[in-house]
């Protein structure tokens, strides 16, 4: 048996569709912006994210590729794997 993932389809993950996703922080009053998650340089869910600025969705969404690149690691995926970009897939 191959235990090896398969890098051409998408991983089994449930994603959120808006950032942040804790509960209790306003975000009625921030802009949203919209990004692409993407998974081996291929378009894998847009996200809405919530933040004052383009540079602060920068870094919730690096922090989050980081997040869902560290359990990509433990399921045996490369490294880096999980990428985004600025505007909807």
Same mark, same amino acid.
């Given at each position: 048996?191959?235990?090896? !993932?398969d890098l051409?389809?998408?991983p089994d993950l449930a994603l959120p569709d808006r950032l942040p996703e804790e509960a209790g922080v306003?975000?009625?009053e921030l802009p949203v912006f919209d990004v692409c998650?993407?998974?081996n340089?291929? !378009?894998w869910q847009s996200l809405r994210v919530s933040a004052p600025s383009p540079e602060d969705v920068a870094?919730?969404?690096d922090g989050f590729a980081a997040r869902i690149n560290a359990i990509l690691v433990?399921?045996?995926y490369?490294?880096?794997m999980c990428t985004w970009t600025p505007n909807p897939c």
């Amino acid at each position: 048996m191959d235990n090896e !993932p398969d890098l051409e389809t998408l991983p089994d993950l449930a994603l959120p569709d808006r950032l942040p996703e804790e509960a209790g922080v306003d975000v009625t009053e921030l802009p949203v912006f919209d990004v692409c998650l993407r998974f081996n340089s291929r !378009p894998w869910q847009s996200l809405r994210v919530s933040a004052p600025s383009p540079e602060d969705v920068a870094a919730i969404m690096d922090g989050f590729a980081a997040r869902i690149n560290a359990i990509l690691v433990q399921r045996r995926y490369p490294p880096g794997m999980c990428t985004w970009t600025p505007n909807p897939c």
